[in-house]
């Protein structure tokens, strides 16, 4: 017999006597470990190895399901509510002789102390995640919101209730039952909201920024009403009970705010040293949680409440709480949590569900979450100014539910608040309006009628058409973006703060580009998009933190100096740029992040729709590297900026390799700005438009730049390395070399090529701080003066005293591919290989080969960044 929810206790005669309303278990009390099989001891006999093998079955169970359930685009947790429930007597429980061997009744009392233990971290890890501040600068909107949803179904909860009451459950109180069916059905699930809006790029419009503070204020409701219903259904019927332990409660909420908090703001100030914690500190922050919950055990409103206040007061302006979750977020998050979810669903027995009273019950409760939370937030929000079709999809996301409405079940359902049928009906409800939110939110958005869903991630349909018509008519005023002379407009996206320096210096330099009709300077603006790209990810448990900012980001006038979601605010940038008369103005405008839960779907075609719209005459994308070192971030933004050069037909590309990925990095003061640039120029479109963005810089009088035009002598081979290069490919002969030359010379591109240096030259007799020079190389010879070595030569002697090398990413360029003796990059780029498409070209990785190379042996003072050029 599977035993009922109650108090346990040890007999005198050692035994484990459960009392349940109407019955009476009492089992042998189980050992902790076996002597062995070979000594006759059946392990499952045993506490250790049984919970040992529970454990085993419930992470391969829930973890299945986690990956079923992930290709179908729902969130985690739900796959983790429905694997316990499979656990239970709904599926698997429904076979004796697994019920009594893998889930005796025995084994109960130590598994539900397992699983509650871990939920007090998880509860303590979101009390530690919650920044009360942030929740303050909510707004009206959203706290309305959030406040229509919790009141609405509460009170349509209570003549439900009272109908509940009345026919299925005569016997229980009318108090504890309204709160223990309202909070379910009124409660929002964070991490099932954040995943859907993540899968339809909705977390930066603005039903994202209403909807994630909403959650956060539903969260402090959610406890604040599971406080209420322990002390309303306590055992002791005295109608002064409740007040007495609602009184203790909050007598013990103040007490963590004042005194708890003081301490922990000392504790923190002291325990983070070099980025790390010590363990004295973490060992002594656990013992809080396991204190702060013995506290409320105590004065009667559940264990759960104090580790959630604990994690509360916590100072959040420090690394400390970040260093805390990275030690025990895995182990709780992956082992413990399921055990949860393990307990609550042998407790579930869905297949007991049958006849008219049973379907009532659920198409009620399914009808109150349905009116009270969708209806009331769909008013609201039409109140505050939201369209319909954003009101109706901010009520659905609303409803969502997860791991906090299992909660309050759980705790209802041992306090006998809540019947067997009743808790079976509200948890199917509750993953049935969970799994039809994200079709419903999935169809209202694609719905091509109507308004738009507002500036974010995704766009409207009038979004679309100005981007489409507006790129014409920027390329006939700015004469066309292959003129890159009068470059306007750059779109800098970014995945990581550390990118920003070496940005806001390539844009510095930059200033003062455009000329009036008389060749002075004139007061144009150069406009600068910031755009933050921001990877939601989902196997690690969601940060409420960082979509609260996420959310809440105001691009325009946000406060804050950097953040790993929205990154440097429009303000801080705009510091980089103060005002000149001999330069032309830096207008920073930041965009709304745009956040994908998987980058390379079709996150490029966000980017590229942003340049459209903003017409932009440069994009810049950082680089990153993938080899077998790289994490899977990194692979996914390096396909995404990949698919974004080989989609772009609008913009000129550039692909900066920015310093901290060859050192230090750090903006120059524009008070002592002196800036350097090095152009390599070998041929082709890439570079004739490297050329061109250098020559932009040039006007600027704190920037000094030098172009190397790298000159082929036409000479053989030596001896020996045409050997050597016979012997490698089997195709090299002096004939093929020398029809090679002489094919290229009459070329249309090596005229242009030619026109575009005199250009230069031309300048550069009126800039003196612009100079051209020509460097010759050897086509297969190995005396230092084939192409590789001669760019390892000028890498070497002037990395010291250059900022940023410029070269043309020429991934067509025949000349180079020829002359270079690396053939590494090419195979890559035969084999189609995803990540070799976002490599700087030929040129760009000998480059960058040469750069390193003299960076880790010490030549130069300062470490320089590299801009790979596309046309």
Known sequence: MRPQSGFAYMSMQGQITQEAPNSMSCYTLMKAVSKGFLEGDNPLHFALPLLTIQIAVVLFVTRSMACVFRRIKQPRVLAEIIGGVLLGPTALGRNKTYAQTVFPPQSMPLLETVATMGLMFFIFMIGLEL??????????????????????????????????????????????????????????????????????????????????????????????????????????????????VLLCGIAFGIFMFTVVRYVMRFVVDRAVKHGKVSDMYVSFTLLGVLLSGLCTDCIGVHSLLGPFLFGLVIPKDNPFPKLIMEKIEDFISSLMLPLFFASSGLKTNLASLHGVVSIGLLLLFFATAAIGKIVGTFIVARLLGLSSRQALILGFLMNTKGLGVLIVLNIGKDLKALTDEIFAVLVLTCLLTSFLTFPIVSALCNFKGGDGLGKAGKFTDEEEASSKGGSSRDEKAAGGFSNSYKMSRILVCTDN??????????????????????GTSSNATLKLYTLRLTHLLFDRRTSLVRYMKLATARPASSKSSTDRSSGPSSSAIQLYFPPSRALSKVKVKPLPPIDSPNLADSLHNDILKVARSKRASLIILPYHQVDSSSSNEDAEFAATYASVVANNSTSVVGILVDSTSLGTASAIHPCFFAYSVLVLFIGGTDDRETLAVASTMADNPSVSVKVIRMVCRKEPPDEENRSNSANQSGEWNHQSELSYAASMDATKEEIADNEAILKIKQKAADCPRLACEDHHYCVGRTDGSSLTEVIQQIATTSIGDVHLYMVGRGISNARATVCLTDKDSTKEERKGNPTATFGLGIVGDTLLKAVRVCSTTGHGAANPCILVVQR
Request: aromatic share 4%; charged share 15%.
């Open 131 to 244: 920044d009360l501040q942030s929740l303050g600068k909510t707004g009206r909107k959203a706290f309305l919101i959030a406040i229509a949803g919790i009141v609405t179904p509460l009170a349509a909860t209570t003549p439900v209730a009272n109908l509940v009451r009345s026919t299925v459950s005569p016997g229980s109180r009318l108090g504890p039952l309204i709160i223990f069916i309202g909070t379910p059905l009124s409660i929002s699930a964070f991490s099932v909201l954040v995943r859907i809006m993540a899968e339809l790029r909705l977390v930066s419009t603005e039903i994202g920024k209403l909807a994630t503070p909403s959650v956060a204020v539903n969260d402090v409701a959610l406890w604040t009403l599971l406080a209420v219903g322990v002390a309303l259904a306590g055992p002791k019927p005295e109608p002064l009970n409740p007040l007495w």
């Open 497 to 518: 703060d550390a990118q920003f320096p070496a940005l806001v210096n390539i844009v510095e330099a930059m200033r003062g580009a455009r000329k009036g009709a008389g």
